[in-house]
């Protein structure tokens, strides 16, 4: 009895030193000025920072003794004031234990790139991600050393060029610079960061050739240039990429030539985003071997006949739209797909009744795109069998349906049929879309009310009222 008085004792006591705890005087006064630097804090996000506990306040982590070794911030996209007004105070740097710096989300953050990072022995993450930082990157910043195991810039203001010294941070396993303002070249010095398992350098400016940089990196998983001023051809040292890269993503660029049959050698590429390039000649015959891809974009290009057969047992989106091809049909592999959601082959000469046209699963569908084609024959059969779409879009061909037949999935927000031989009314459903053309039909009769301009339905049989002359 005795001895658990003791140990109650003891636990009490022990309960009241971690009620009472005082962290680091050092970090309190960081942290302190870091608030003080916030001019707007809507969501209350520091409201909790008070009292002598810096360690548990809210985004404060402690793990060594009284020293804070993390700082987590995050605002919420979806939520209006999930935000902070500001900017990152200096005095951060009086937090020597810091190890993780993640201010994400938090929109309003301004100023510049935070060079008294550099003075943080212990640093191991920096995720600086979506605020409105700004100026140029600082030429020294693989000051930030070795020890750095990410560097996470995505959705600033940043301009200039990538700093050569980059290079100099070997350590690195995550480098993100992707939807700032960057211009140049890539540097080659980034060859010396074998350690990458992630480059994303997309939604910049960058341009000139891709660089041979690709032969040191063992571990990358995940390259995305695209949306950027990338020209000349995909670099031959990729194909060294083969047994580990997964996301390839070169889209909305510049690049020109055949696209190389290396491509087909890799073997756990899940996503090939080729898309909005200046490619030609014909797509390679070695994508057969493309068995575990399941995103496959190469819209907006000059690519030629013949498509090669896919061996893919599920392809989930696929988007061969704006080239040369003339497919006939919807190849096979595509309409036994149990899992596809996304399917886009605008413009891909497909001469079919889609009456006839039955996929294996409709179930996960939410965006179709099967415009300027030479389709005939209903949607309804197809249409009326997806829960979830979100897009269908078939203008320029020749379908031939009563609209006024056509179940409008609940999640429908875009349809367009223009161009076509679509007749029957125009049903109050589609009030529900947030896009809507169904100009050049035969459609007739008074339309219900909508938000849609004029537009959208002219060149029917005799449709009308508002936003069409009244009714006679």
Not at 74 to 89: M, R
Not at 123 to 128: D, E, S
Request: charged share 15%; hydrophobic share 40%; glycine share 8%.
């Amino acid at each position: 009895m005795k001895s658990l008085i003791i140990f109650l004792t003891l636990l009490a006591l022990q309960c009241i030193r971690a009620t009472s705890r005082v962290c680091h005087v050092d970090d309190m006064a960081g942290l302190l000025a870091f608030k003080s630097g916030i001019t707007y804090d809507p969501s209350g996000m520091l409201d909790s920072w008070n009292g002598t506990d810096c360690c548990s306040w809210f985004g404060v982590t402690c793990l060594s003794n009284d020293r804070v070794t993390s700082l987590w911030l995050s605002g919420q996209p979806d939520k209006p004031d999930g935000f902070l007004s500001g900017t990152i105070s200096p005095s951060l740097a009086k937090l020597r234990d810091l190890d993780g710096l993640y201010l994400m989300n938090l929109r309003n953050i301004t100023g510049k790139f935070p060079v008294w990072l550099y003075g943080l022995p212990s640093l191991l993450f920096v995720y600086l991600e979506n605020n409105r930082l700004s100026g140029p990157l600082p030429v020294d910043i693989g000051k930030l050393g070795t020890q750095l195991d990410v560097l996470s810039l995505e959705g600033n203001r940043f301009t200039g060029s990538i700093p050569e010294s980059v290079s100099q941070l070997t350590g690195l396993t995550r480098l993100n610079l992707a939807g700032n303002l960057i211009t140049g070249k890539l540097p080659a010095g980034i060859r010396s960061l074998r350690n990458l398992t992630l480059l994303e350098l997309d939604n910049n400016r960058l341009s000139q050739p891709i660089p041979e940089i690709f032969s040191s990196f063992h571990q990358l998983r995940f390259l995305n240039l695209s949306h950027n001023k990338f020209s000349g051809k995909i670099p031959s040292s990729i194909s060294s990429l083969s047994s580990t890269l997964a996301y390839l993503e070169l889209g909305h660029n510049s690049l020109a030539g055949q696209i190389p049959s290396f491509l087909g050698n890799f073997q756990t590429l899940d996503t090939l985003d080729l898309s909005h390039n200046n490619f030609t000649g014909t797509v390679p015959k070695t994508f057969s071997n493309l068995t575990k891809i399941f995103n496959l974009d190469l819209s907006h290009n000059s690519l030629v006949d013949p498509f090669p057969v896919m061996n893919v047992k599920g392809i989930e989106s696929l988007d061969l739209s704006y080239n040369n091809f003339h497919l006939g049909k919807i190849p096979n592999w595509v309409t036994l797909s149990p899992i596809i959601y996304s399917l886009k082959l605008a413009k891909c000469g497909i001469k079919i009744d889609l009456t006839t046209w039955k996929p294996k699963e409709t179930y996960f569908y939410d965006y179709i795109d099967l415009s300027e084609n030479q389709i005939s024959g209903s949607a309804i059969p197809l249409l009326n069998r997806t829960d979830y779409l979100v897009g269908f879009r078939a203008a320029g061909n020749r379908l031939s349906f009563d609209l006024g037949k056509l179940k409008f999935a609940g999640t429908m927000k875009d349809l367009d049929l223009s161009r076509n031989l679509v007749f029957g009314g125009v049903p109050s459903s589609v009030s529900g879309l947030e896009k809507l053309d169904l100009s050049r039909n035969s459609l007739c009769g008074k339309l219900p009310p909508t938000k849609f301009p004029a537009s959208s339905f002219v060149g029917n049989k005799c449709l009308c009222g508002s936003p069409l002359p009244a009714c006679k």
